[in-house]
């Protein structure tokens, strides 16, 4: 069995002690490839650092999460568009639109996305999401650059079945992190998560957050690491009323096609 985690935030500082270790315990949990998520300038080029450190099994995405719009400038552009012409960033973002938070003005917001948008779209690569609360300005925007991106993954859906719908009627993927194992906030999603095409879905940790909460035993800490994705497929599956063999090996394949992966040897 193969999982590969589209979006750890594994330049967290947390991660700093004991990395290697992290990296050893996900591949005997079967995660054998992680995509390390880009979200602020310096996130991405440490992002960046860590897959070619590890060629083949950590790959990058660049770009200025919505809570960092605020800081993002000339230079953070071309910064971004050095990045993306990088062959281990697979992926523009993490972007998008965050309402929940606002920790940069909306208007901020909106054009930042606009701008990361507009590189991935010039640059044909896929783009790696973020939406929180913003689900109508979100889309509109999306919508106006869909068909010049070759890909889009909604990362971390915790949004209503319209919304899904919406993303998925845009030939968006969708990528389900353990907010599915929360009790008191995820349970909407297990009602359909059997309804997302097995082509469209991928999973990841978004560690070190979103500890899922049904692990046993649990854990004497809070953070969440790549090891974990496992119990998210096993969680996964059950809900889609698939094996987990079934929910690894499509989720894999769907990942390994949208960011154009190689097979591990």
């Known amino acids: 069995m193969e999982l590969i985690d589209i979006g750890a935030n594994l330049t967290h500082e947390s991660f700093a002690h004991d990395f290697d270790a992290v990296l050893a315990r996900a591949r005997a949990h079967d995660v054998t490839q992680i995509m390390v998520t880009g979200a602020s300038r310096e996130g991405s080029e440490q992002a960046l650092a860590l897959a070619r450190a590890h060629p083949g099994r950590l790959f990058a995405t660049a770009g200025v999460h919505p809570h960092h719009a605020i800081d993002y400038d000339t230079d953070t552009d071309a910064q971004l568009r050095r990045l993306a012409e990088e062959p281990e960033v697979k992926a523009v973002g993490e972007t998008g639109l965050d309402y929940h938070r606002n920790y940069s003005p909306r208007g901020v917001q909106l054009e930042v996305f606009e ?26 925007l999306l919508k106006t650059f869909r068909d010049a991106l070759p890909a889009a993954v909604v990362h971390c859906f915790t949004d209503t079945r319209e919304a899904l719908f919406d993303y998925l009627d845009l030939d968006c993927h969708i990528g389900i992190t353990g907010w599915l194992c929360d009790e008191r906030r995820g349970l909407h999603l297990r009602e359909f998560v059997r309804e997302i095409p097995a082509g469209r879905l991928m999973i990841e940790t978004d560690a070190p957050y979103l500890l899922p909460r049904t692990v046993r035993p649990k854990p004497d800490h809070r953070r969440n690491e790549p090891m974990y994705l496992k119990h998210i497929c096993e969680e996964l599956a059950r809900d889609r009323g698939e094996t987990l063999e079934t929910a690894a090996a499509h989720t894999t394949a769907t990942a390994r096609a949208f960011f154009g992966l190689d097979a591990t040897d």
């Open 115 to 140: 701008k990361q948008l507009a590189i991935a779209a010039e640059r044909r690569m896929p783009v790696f999401l973020h939406q929180r609360d913003a689900h109508a300005d979100f889309l509109a």
